[in-house]
Nanobody, 121 residues
Framework: QVQLVESGGGLVQAGGSLRLSCAASGSIFSINVMGWYRQAPGKQRELVARITSGGSTNYSDSVKGRFTISRDNAKSTMALQMNSLKPEDTAVYYC???????????????WGKGTLVTVSS
């Protein structure tokens, strides 16, 4: 069984910063792509940023230059540093990872339960 647990959400004023963390645990052989998604009220879940095991990253246009994604492969963790936050960044942020549990298994998609980020104006 694999679990992804997010932490670090909260309430912040516009222009402020928050750092989200995601920790993967359980039966993990390898983790390929990890990513952060978010879902605002009444909207579809969208990709915020993702990072490969080799460290290649990509960001949505709305957060480029403000957010930084990183990961620690040895610890099976990922982080999202969010700076210059805007009210439109308010959403539930979800951790996502493509994880192989054994050398012979294919990767499976896992999601955390989410952490709420609220940016006040």
């Amino acid at each position: 069984q694999v679990q992804l647990v997010e932490s670090g959400g909260g309430l912040v004023q516009a222009g402020g910063s928050l750092r989200l963390s995601c920790a993967a645990s359980g039966s993990i052989f390898s983790i390929n792509v990890m990513g952060w998604y978010r879902q605002a009220p009444g909207k579809q879940r969208e990709l915020v940023a993702r990072i490969t095991s080799g460290g290649s990253t990509n960001y949505s246009d709305s957060v480029k230059g403000r957010f930084t994604i990183s990961r620690d492969n040895a610890k099976s963790t990922m982080a999202l540093q969010m700076n210059s936050l805007k009210p439109e960044d308010t959403a539930v942020y979800y951790c996502n990872a493509d994880i192989r549990s054994n050398w012979y298994s294919v990767g499976m998609d896992y999601w955390g339960k989410g952490t709420l980020v609220t940016v006040s104006s």
